[in-house]
C-alpha cells in the first residue's frame, strides 16, 4: 500500500511538473532591414540585450541583411557563437549572388563556423527554395520562415528569382501542409515583404497581386497561425484585416530607417496560453517599450 501511494503520489507529482514545464515561457526577438547599417544594427542588438531582457531563444531578422557576414559578426560579439540567428530572405539581398551564398551556406554549414540552421529545423522547403524556406519547433510554439522570391522552379537559383515578394501556389500549398502538420500549441510565419503594408511599398509587397495575398493569408486564417511577422517598409506598424484572427507585425527597421522613425524590435513572449508582443523603439541609448498587447493562443476553427 505504501508503494502504491509512493507510485501515485510520483505520478501526480510529474503530471505537475510536465503541465508547468508546458508554461514556460519561451521568447524570441525579431528585427528587420539593418541592409548595410553594421553600426546601427549593433545599437539595436544593445538595447535587445541591455534594455529588453535579451534575444531569447533565438533572433531573427526578416530580411534585407545585405550583407549578412558582418551582422552575423555583432551577434556574435554581443550574444556568443553560439547565439541562434535565423537571417531570413529580403528582396535587396536576391539582388547579391554572394549575400544568397552566404545564407544558404549558412543553412547547410553553419558558414563553417557554427552550427548549421539545417540541424535545428524540422522541415525544409521544396526544392529549389530548401536552404531559405524552413520550419521549426520550439517550446509550444512552430515557426516557418517564408522566402517569397522563389518563383517555384525547382533549380538552384530560383529562389532569388522573383523581383517582388509573391507566395507561389508551391510555396503556398508546403506551408499548408507544414502547418497543419504541426502539433505545437501555436504557428508563427516570417516574410520579408508584409501582406497589407501600412506606411511604403503599398501595391508592390504581396498585395501586388491580390489573389495570391488573399490565399496565402487564408493557409494563416485556417491554421494556429498567431502573426505574420514581416518588414520592407522600414516603418514599425500593427495590423488585423477586419474579421481576422491573425495579427501582421511589421518590425520597421533596424539600420535602414526614415530618420524621424527611428528603430524597432519586437520581442515575442509565448506559452500554451497566451502571445504578449512588446514593442520596442529608439534610436542608441533611446529605445522604450513603444507598445504591448496579448492575445490568446488561438483556437483551430472547424472545417467548413
Avoid: K
Amino acid at each position: 500500500m505504501f508503494f502504491s501511494r509512493c507510485i501515485v503520489s510520483g505520478l501526480v507529482l510529474a503530471i505537475s511538473l510536465a503541465a508547468r514545464g508546458a508554461e514556460t515561457p519561451l521568447v524570441f526577438t525579431v528585427t528587420c532591414d539593418p541592409r548595410g547599417n553594421d553600426d546601427v544594427f549593433r545599437e539595436v542588438l544593445s538595447a535587445v540585450r541591455d534594455r529588453a531582457g535579451g534575444m531569447g531563444a533565438f533572433h531573427v531578422t526578416v530580411g534585407d541583411v545585405d550583407p549578412p557576414a558582418p551582422l552575423r559578426a555583432v551577434v556574435d560579439d554581443l550574444f556568443g557563437r553560439d547565439a541562434v540567428w535565423y537571417p531570413g530572405v529580403g528582396n535587396h539581398d536576391t539582388e547579391t549572388p554572394d549575400n544568397m551564398a552566404w545564407l544558404r551556406a549558412e543553412f547547410r554549414t553553419g558558414n563553417g563556423a557554427r552550427t548549421p540552421l539545417m540541424r535545428r529545423v524540422t522541415r525544409r522547403g521544396p526544392l529549389g527554395t530548401d536552404a531559405t524556406t524552413y520550419s521549426w519547433d520550439q517550446g509550444p510554439a512552430h515557426f516557418v520562415m517564408l522566402n517569397v522570391y522563389w518563383d517555384g522552379d525547382t533549380s538552384e537559383h530560383a529562389d532569388e528569382s522573383l523581383m517582388m515578394g509573391t507566395v507561389m501556389p508551391p510555396l503556398r500549398q508546403w506551408l499548408a501542409a507544414d502547418l497543419a502538420a504541426s502539433t505545437q500549441a501555436v504557428s508563427f510565419v516570417f516574410t520579408h515583404e508584409p501582406a497589407f503594408p501600412q506606411h511604403r511599398h503599398i501595391g508592390d509587397s504581396l498585395d501586388h497581386d491580390a489573389a495570391s495575398r488573399d490565399a496565402f493569408w487564408q493557409v494563416l486564417e485556417t491554421n494556429r497561425v498567431a502573426a505574420l511577422i514581416a518588414g520592407h517598409t522600414h516603418v514599425y506598424s500593427r495590423y488585423r484585416p477586419e474579421g481576422s484572427r491573425v495579427w501582421q507585425a511589421d518590425v520597421g527597421n533596424a539600420g535602414r530607417d526614415p530618420i524621424d522613425d527611428g528603430q524597432t524590435f519586437l520581442r515575442v513572449t509565448v506559452t500554451v496560453t497566451n502571445v504578449l508582443y512588446d514593442v520596442w523603439r529608439g534610436a542608441g541609448e533611446t529605445f522604450r517599450r513603444a507598445a504591448r498587447w496579448q492575445e490568446a493562443v488561438p483556437r483551430p476553427r472547424p472545417s467548413p
